[in-house]
């Protein structure tokens, strides 16, 4: 192990751990999550910098054990020589692994938004489905949800939704889960059994805190209506609903599954500092739009992420190229195999971008 990377790493945690102890950054919510955060990384880069500086040694004097056996001897030492040498390859395959730029919101519930696309009340039912399906996901990794928004259509189906999922790793394994999902089957009003191609567009955001994203007042325009749809006689008789403009970028959040006009009107400022948080973000990377227009595109079925085929029981990940034959279960909210296949894919390809700047993790003594 390279011995000044070590101890570089070993000096940070120091400091870091010194400002954990200083009250200005304990009363500074995003300063102490940030050093909270990079006390966890130099925890694992140091931990496992040591095995590796151990596991040198270990393939040293295999070697020079190697060299001093004779006779049946030379087998054992060979053995231990090719054992200790797949133990330095492992810790120095987990260390590229540490090193790989972090991103900056793994640790931050998720704000998700499905909205019904091509394919009229079809995509609407869809839309539905996919909420159904990361419901049961989020069940089964113990996230939280909680519905921000929702607007049924006439068939039962969803319009569009927007919900919170509230988790540990939420963000890290829904991520990619943004952009357009298309299914293919036979719809519900199909009298003559024909597949149909529709689509449903999904949104991802990390949800961002009030103090990383300061909002004027004057900035915004904040319209009070009378809710409609379901939701009862009760949330009909007050202008409850909230529908709040942000005039210097036009975005705009309506709110109104809550009774109180407070309570939509926190909702809503919850999902526009998420998405105006995203909104600097791409602009500091000079990126052209923000990440619901990448994700999401036009909503067309040719920009589609995913399909949905009913009558193969088939679901197809285009980015990563995976078939799987297990479409009802993977509604059911089994999606880890794709979750780990398009995170395997994004780990590989920044591999493999650090491997072609010539950006050695660690350095051999």
Known sequence: MDADRLASWEDEQEKVLEALADPAVVADQARLRQASRRHKELESLIEAGRRRSQAEEDVEAARQMLAEADGADRELARAELERAESDLH???????????????????????????AEGGEEANLFARDLFEMYRRYAEQRGWRLEVLS???????????????????????????????????????????????????????????????????????????????????QSVNTTDSAVRVTHLPTGIVVSMQDEKSQIQNRARAMQVLRARLRKLEEDRQAAEQSARRRSQVGGGGRSEKVRTYNFKENRVTDHRVKLTLHKLERVLAGDLDELVDALLLDERERQLAEASGAGDAPFGRR
Request: without cysteine; charged residues 30%; proline residues 5%.
């Open 90 to 116: 492992v810790v120095e395959d987990e260390l590229r692994q540490l090193l790989l730029p972090r991103d900056p919101n793994d640790g931050r519930d998720v704000i998700v938004e499905i909205r019904g």
């Open 150 to 232: 929702s607007d049924a259509s006439e068939r039962d189906g969803l319009n569009e939704v927007t919900f919170v999922l509230k988790g540990a790793d939420a963000w890290q394994r829904m991520k990619h889960e943004g952009g357009t999902h298309r299914v293919q089957r036979v719809p519900v009003t199909e009298s003559q059994g024909r597949i149909h191609t529709s689509a449903a567009t999904v949104t991802v955001l990390p949800e961002a805190d009030e103090v990383e994203v300061t909002i004027d007042p004057a900035d915004l325009r904040v319209d009070v209506f009378r809710s409609t749809g379901p939701g009862g």
